[in-house]
């Protein structure tokens, strides 16, 4: 991966549509995105509020002439810009319903997209989006951003070069507490539309971070999902979506995985964790320590991998995804950052005319964001038939 914009020679233009005062992602984005320099934040649409939209834009240092009171307003006013000032990219951290449609206006106009996760609203809205992209041929990343971390980088590269033998058993866990009280009934900004159905999706929580859940046991294992058998639950009284969950996947080569997300256990945080089980070892990281991996075999020490990108057991993704010496703590900055490093290169390829690739990527795309929305889709189907075992591997997933 490249580290600068090459023969570019030039900042990626960004425009940013949420991320007004008193959001939460939106800030992660723009200070993600101008980590290694290559990009600058210069036009917005921050806020559903015209008024708080254009009021947010100096925290970000956007001039107002570019500080839009809607994305349709950003789009179209940015179409009409020279070639030489118009935005490269369009950044999506508005709540989920919101993704599609600026995501499809977008796309149609030629921006490049980075989206965040959930990709869509529903599953229906996803293939059309797949379909938008593949007709445009803009780059979409979805911030599925735990797969940015160099550790679980390292990881994933250890089961391709088969380190840890066959891959039998996956757990992956994402486990909160912030909802364990009805933190919408006071109106919570982030808790609001969340637990409610018609801009959170399906699932509340199985969407929200059951998704970064499973989304991260596809990418260690790189294995296909077969089928799915998943329990929801209301545990909060009044909720109208799920705060908990349970799911067992079938992968194709046979091996079991379980996918738990939370956000109604008490002191729990962003407890991102992830096991997986090979014929020849295992391996365990947890987001609350990521730069640890914890690497098992029976009858050996066990093994702690830190992130080291001059230490000899450290593959080449995982070392091209640092930026820091050992013991210099790298984190959730960095791992978001390296999605936008991965997108930025593609975004380039395609600004000078060159082919880039569009399904593996190194950062989560449209075809990861399709599948997230067939994983949540499949998850509240199943639990709504009492944990039925129903298809989980749609025709986009990755081989
Ligand atoms: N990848 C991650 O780790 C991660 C973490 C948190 C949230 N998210 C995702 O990011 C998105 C935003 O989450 P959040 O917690 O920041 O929400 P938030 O409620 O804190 O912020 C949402 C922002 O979007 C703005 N908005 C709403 N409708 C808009 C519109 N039509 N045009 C412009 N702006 C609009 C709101 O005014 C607000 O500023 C969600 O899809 C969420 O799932 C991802």
Same mark, same amino acid.
């Given at each position: 991966?490249?580290?600068?914009?090459?023969?570019?020679?030039?900042?990626?233009?960004?425009?940013?549509?949420?991320?007004?005062?008193?959001?939460?992602?939106?800030?992660?984005?723009?200070?993600?995105?101008?980590? +290694?320099?290559?990009?600058?934040?210069?036009?917005?649409?921050?806020?559903? +509020?015209?008024?708080?939209?254009?009021?947010?834009?100096?925290?970000?240092?956007?001039?107002? +002439?570019?500080?839009?009171?809607?994305?349709?307003?950003?789009?179209?006013?940015?179409?009409?810009?020279?070639?030489?000032?118009?935005?490269?990219?369009?950044?999506?951290?508005?709540?989920?319903?919101?993704?599609?449609?600026?995501?499809?206006?977008?796309?149609?106009?030629?921006?490049?997209?980075?989206?965040?996760?959930?990709?869509?609203?529903?599953?229906?809205?996803?293939?059309?989006?797949?379909?938008?992209?593949?007709?445009?041929?803009?780059?979409?990343?979805?911030?599925?951003?735990?797969?940015?971390?160099?550790?679980?980088?390292?990881?994933?590269?250890?089961?391709?070069?088969?380190?840890?033998?066959?891959?039998?058993?996956?757990?992956?866990?994402?486990?909160?507490?912030?909802?364990?009280?009805?933190?919408?009934?006071?109106?919570?900004?982030?808790?609001?539309?969340?637990?409610?159905?018609?801009?959170?999706?399906?699932?509340?929580?199985?969407?929200?971070?059951?998704?970064?859940?499973?989304?991260?046991?596809?990418?260690?294992?790189?294995?296909?999902?077969?089928?799915?058998?998943?329990?929801?639950?209301?545990?909060?009284?009044?909720?109208?979506?799920?705060?908990?969950?349970?799911?067992?996947?079938?992968?194709?080569?046979?091996?079991?995985?379980?996918?738990?997300?939370?956000?109604?256990?008490?002191?729990?945080?962003?407890?991102?964790?992830?096991?997986?089980?090979?014929?020849?070892?295992?391996?365990?990281?947890?987001?609350?320590?990521?730069?640890?991996?914890?690497?098992?075999?029976?009858?050996?020490?066990?093994?702690?991998?830190?992130?080291?990108?001059?230490?000899?057991?450290?593959?080449?993704?995982?070392?091209?995804?640092?930026?820091?010496?050992?013991?210099?703590?790298?984190?959730?900055?960095?791992?978001?950052?390296?999605?936008?490093?991965?997108?930025? +290169?593609?975004?380039?390829?395609?600004?000078?005319?060159?082919?880039?690739?569009?399904?593996?990527?190194?950062?989560?795309?449209?075809?990861?964001?399709?599948?997230?929305?067939?994983?949540?889709?499949?998850?509240?189907?199943?639990?709504?038939?009492?944990?039925?075992?129903?298809?989980?591997?749609?025709?986009?997933?990755?081989?």
């Amino acid at each position: 991966m490249d580290t600068t914009n090459g023969s570019l020679n030039r900042k990626l233009r960004m425009a940013l549509v949420g991320g007004g005062s008193g959001s939460f992602i939106g800030r992660v984005h723009a200070t993600a995105a101008v980590l +290694d320099n290559r990009a600058a934040l210069v036009a917005g649409a921050l806020s559903s +509020d015209p008024v708080r939209a254009k009021s947010s834009a100096a925290g970000y240092d956007i001039p107002l +002439d570019r500080a839009y009171a809607s994305y349709q307003e950003l789009i179209d006013s940015e179409l009409a810009k020279p070639a030489t000032e118009r935005i490269d990219f369009l950044t999506i951290a508005t709540p989920n319903h919101m993704h599609f449609p600026v995501a499809k206006a977008a796309v149609e106009a030629g921006f490049n997209v980075v989206c965040d996760k959930p990709m869509t609203f529903d599953l229906a809205q996803a293939e059309e989006l797949q379909k938008l992209v593949e007709k445009s041929g803009v780059v979409f990343a979805v911030t599925h951003n735990y797969t940015g971390y160099p550790l679980v980088r390292q990881a994933r590269e250890m089961v391709q070069n088969g380190e840890l033998g066959e891959i039998q058993c996956i757990r992956s866990n994402y486990i909160q507490g912030w909802l364990r009280t009805r933190l919408e009934s006071s109106d919570q900004k982030q808790a609001a539309w969340r637990t409610d159905p018609t801009r959170s999706g399906a699932a509340g929580c199985f969407g929200d971070i059951g998704t970064h859940a499973y989304n991260l046991g596809r990418y260690i294992s790189g294995l296909l999902p077969k089928q799915i058998s998943c329990h929801l639950r209301t545990f909060e009284t009044g909720r109208a979506l799920d705060d908990y969950g349970h799911a067992v996947i079938q992968f194709e080569n046979g091996a079991l995985g379980t996918v738990t997300a939370s956000q109604v256990t008490h002191g729990r945080e962003n407890d991102v964790t992830i096991e997986v089980d090979g014929t020849k070892g295992a391996i365990q990281w947890r987001q609350e320590n990521p730069n640890e991996l914890i690497v098992r075999r029976n009858g050996s020490a066990h093994q702690i991998y830190t992130r080291d990108p001059n230490a000899p057991y450290f593959l080449p993704l995982a070392k091209s995804s640092c930026r820091l010496p050992s013991g210099h703590p790298e984190a959730f900055f960095e791992a978001f950052a390296n999605i936008y490093r991965a997108a930025f +290169d593609a975004m380039i390829l395609r600004i000078e005319g060159k082919s880039f690739e569009t399904k593996n990527t190194i950062y989560p795309n449209v075809y990861d964001g399709v599948e997230g929305m067939y994983f949540i889709q499949q998850s509240v189907a199943s639990s709504r038939e009492n944990g039925a075992w129903l298809p989980l591997q749609h025709q986009a997933a990755r081989k």
